[in-house]
């Protein structure tokens, strides 16, 4: 059984809080310092008290997940297209690319980001911590969720790799329709 020290050591470990604390010049760059302690030792949850670092941090990974939105998407509609309008190719081929570079900027860009492993929260009733609301002031923090993106991933680069193949079998539909 667990003490009470030992249970809140446990919840320490899942939970990182960023205090909005200016203590020096330098405040802003120890926020993102600790924030960047909090992603790299995969805490649970991270609550984040300064509001212009919780912005950043949203927009952040509004941007991956768009991008991750935008690659499964254009790919879905390229292997729809593909089939369906086969005698077309431009717009499978105009889908196929748009789901590739989106995958490839997602790939150099967020993939080995720690920030990507997180979701924003914004329903505190589904905070996997809710005794930790009762510790912060006033201030509406931002609260990301860790969460595992492999499947994400995979599911991305999966749609991705087969609307390319179906664009390049529509490219060379067009390439023997223009030669014939």
């Given at each position: 059984m667990l003490s009470e020290s030992d249970k809140r050591n446990e919840i320490t470990k899942k939970v990182a809080i960023i205090r909005e604390v200016?203590?020096?010049?330098?405040?802003?760059?120890?926020?993102?310092?600790?924030?960047?302690?909090?992603?790299?030792?995969?805490?649970?949850?991270?609550?984040?008290?300064?509001?212009?670092?919780?912005?950043?941090?949203s927009r952040w990974i509004s941007v991956g997940n768009c991008l991750h939105k935008t690659s499964a998407l254009s790919g879905i509609l390229s292997i729809i297209t593909g089939f369906i309008w086969n005698d077309r190719p431009y717009v499978c081929c105009s889908f196929g690319f748009s789901a590739a570079i989106a995958c490839g900027l997602?790939?150099?860009?967020?993939?080995?980001?720690?920030?990507?492993?997180?979701?924003?929260?914004?329903?505190?009733?589904?905070?996997?911590?809710?005794?930790?609301?009762?510790v912060l002031g006033p201030s509406s923090p931002t609260f990301l969720v860790r969460k595992d993106d492999t499947r994400r991933r995979i599911l991305h680069t999966t749609i991705t790799a087969l609307a390319m193949s179906i664009t390049r079998f529509s490219m060379g539909v067009l390439k023997s329709h223009e030669a014939g």
């Amino acid at each position: 059984m667990l003490s009470e020290s030992d249970k809140r050591n446990e919840i320490t470990k899942k939970v990182a809080i960023i205090r909005e604390v200016y203590d020096g010049e330098n405040a802003h760059e120890n926020f993102e310092y600790e924030l960047e302690k909090a992603l790299e030792s995969e805490c649970q949850l991270i609550v984040i008290e300064p509001s212009k670092l919780g912005d950043e941090t949203s927009r952040w990974i509004s941007v991956g997940n768009c991008l991750h939105k935008t690659s499964a998407l254009s790919g879905i509609l390229s292997i729809i297209t593909g089939f369906i309008w086969n005698d077309r190719p431009y717009v499978c081929c105009s889908f196929g690319f748009s789901a590739a570079i989106a995958c490839g900027l997602y790939t150099v860009s967020w993939q080995f980001d720690p920030c990507c492993q997180y979701q924003v929260e914004t329903d505190t009733s589904k905070l996997p911590h809710v005794e930790v609301l009762a510790v912060l002031g006033p201030s509406s923090p931002t609260f990301l969720v860790r969460k595992d993106d492999t499947r994400r991933r995979i599911l991305h680069t999966t749609i991705t790799a087969l609307a390319m193949s179906i664009t390049r079998f529509s490219m060379g539909v067009l390439k023997s329709h223009e030669a014939g």
